[in-house]
């Protein structure tokens, strides 16, 4: 069981690089999210996707651009890094409304992506 | 604009204590309060209150909620070392999203 998988696992980039996150799951879940850990902060939201083709934006979207083409695939991109973008990342998903109301409450995580950026 | 704060934010005990880590919010259209537990890497599930009053528990662990003064509790009982991680709480509110607390950083020592 896969469940949630995110590439890469570590990065390292030069400010004003630019570079995607993906984020894949396998449970058929509706709902993808993104989320970035800074020491201190707990876990920000920075876009989300309720659907295949659909995305939203979080608390901290600035910088950051999502695509939803493909309902198992989550893609995270940096246009242009900046050294506040360092960060550890995590994807997450849940069933959505196809899983009632408690079910699609509960995310489950990816292992992260610790990003630099120098 | 809505919060979630944990308390404390770091705490040491020995081997066999019992903790006890604090949650407390303000969120609009509040649905469900969740525990996760974060070792390594990604944060693990551990527990989804939606009523006052009512207890879950998984082994050593329990929580509660307090709908009226919009607070939880998770209680760990007769701690291990590998308890140790780092305890988070988020509250799923209307708009399809999870607000977390900061974390609370539970160290267990031999």
């Known amino acids: 069981n896969a469940g949630v998988t995110q590439t890469p696992k570590f990065r390292v980039l030069k400010t004003g690089q630019s570079m995607t996150l993906l984020c894949a799951q396998d449970?058929?879940?509706?709902?993808m999210y993104w989320y970035r850990q800074d020491p201190g902060m707990g876990l920000r939201l920075i876009h989300y996707?309720?659907?295949?083709?659909?995305?939203a934006k979080g608390e901290v979207p600035d910088g950051y651009n999502v695509s939803r083409l493909k309902k198992q695939n989550f893609l995270l991109g940096l246009e242009s890094a900046a050294p506040s973008q360092t960060s550890v990342y995590f994807c997450?998903?849940?069933?959505?409304?196809?899983?009632?109301?408690?079910?699609?409450?509960?995310?489950?995580f990816g292992a992260g992506t610790r990003l630099s950026v120098l | 604009e809505d919060k979630v704060v944990q308390s404390p934010l770091s705490l040491v005990v020995h081997e066999g204590d019992t903790v006890t880590l604090n949650c407390s919010y303000e969120v609009t259209n509040f649905r469900s309060l969740l525990w996760y537990k974060q070792e390594k890497k990604a944060p693990t599930f551990l527990f989804m209150l939606t009523s006052s009053g009512i207890e879950k528990k998984s082994g050593r662990l329990s929580s509660i909620l307090d709908k009226k003064e919009l607070f939880s509790i998770l209680n760990i009982t007769a701690t291990q070392t590998g308890d140790s991680a780092v305890y988070l709480c988020?509250?799923?509110?209307?708009?399809?999203?999870?607000?977390f607390g900061q974390g609370t950083r539970l160290t267990i020592n031999p």
């Open positions: 449970m058929n879940h509706e709902y």
């Open positions: 996707s309720v659907g295949e083709g659909t995305t």
């Open positions: 988020a509250v799923f509110q209307g708009a399809q999203k999870l607000v």
């Open positions: 997450a998903s849940s069933l959505g409304l196809a899983g009632g109301e408690k079910a699609k409450n509960i995310q489950y």
